[in-house]
């Protein structure tokens, strides 16, 4: 299968954890993207990557989320210090170079914070 | 106000009736047009996009786009329970770079 994979599927941290998701995008994508999905909320884009650089994080929260996509390995997304808000499923998408209208997604990793 | 609004539903349609599926938007630099479904506890599936206004079919799914209007619809022809999903439309454009903005959802279930 050459999709969008995520890990880990389900995720629980106590909170003041960390927790780390992994995404390795669709073969032949190199741009990547991050979006988290509350309970009865929409969709709500976080970050934008391409490999080691990120393009734009205008929807992460200032504090304790961070990003990468490193030259070689999957794209992680950081959070630190975890909080019970930050429960929510995460989702990666990925695309062509060019290709941000055609993204696709991946089957999530939901994150519970106890 | 929120940029892309998409009436959450729930719908609930016989099996072979038409469904129509809407989204309206304020950004008038969005120029792509998405739907994209999503089973329970699943990721969200690319159906189709469409690009500036117009018609696009694909089997039994078409997303018209009225760009002057600020909105968009999917129509789903012959609705089967296989159907039943929720369904979220998206855009992109402007100074976005890779940010797709998303609707809400609407739940769909088509009974037997």
């Known amino acids: 299968n050459a999709g969008v994979m995520q890990n880990p599927r389900h995720l629980v941290r106590r909170r003041g954890q960390e927790a780390r998701l992994r995404c390795s995008p669709m073969k032949g994508h190199s741009h990547v993207y991050w979006y988290r999905q509350l309970p009865e909320e929409g969709l709500k884009f976080m970050v934008y990557?391409?490999?080691?650089?990120?393009?734009?994080e205008s929807g992460m929260p200032k504090e304790r989320f961070s990003a990468e996509f490193p030259k070689e390995g999957p794209s992680i997304l950081r959070i630190q210090q975890v909080v019970r808000g930050d429960s929510a499923a995460y989702f990666c998408a990925s695309s062509l170079a060019g290709g941000a209208y055609e993204q696709y997604f991946g089957p999530g990793t939901r994150l519970t914070v106890t | 106000q929120k940029e892309v609004e998409q009436d959450p539903g729930p719908l609930s349609v016989p099996e072979g009736a038409i469904v129509s599926l809407n989204c309206t938007y304020s950004n008038s630099a969005f120029q792509y047009f998405m739907w994209y479904r999503q089973y329970s506890r699943k990721g969200p599936e690319l159906l189709m996009y469409t690009y500036s206004s117009g018609n696009k079919e694909d089997g039994r799914f078409t997303a018209q786009v009225d760009k002057s209007s600020k909105y968009i619809s999917l129509f789903i022809r012959d609705s089967q329970p296989s159907d039943s999903a929720t369904y979220l439309c998206a855009m992109y454009g402007g100074t976005s770079y890779g940010k797709l903005t998303f609707g809400q959802g609407t739940i769909l279930t088509v009974h037997p």
């Open positions: 990557l391409q490999k080691e650089n990120i393009i734009d």
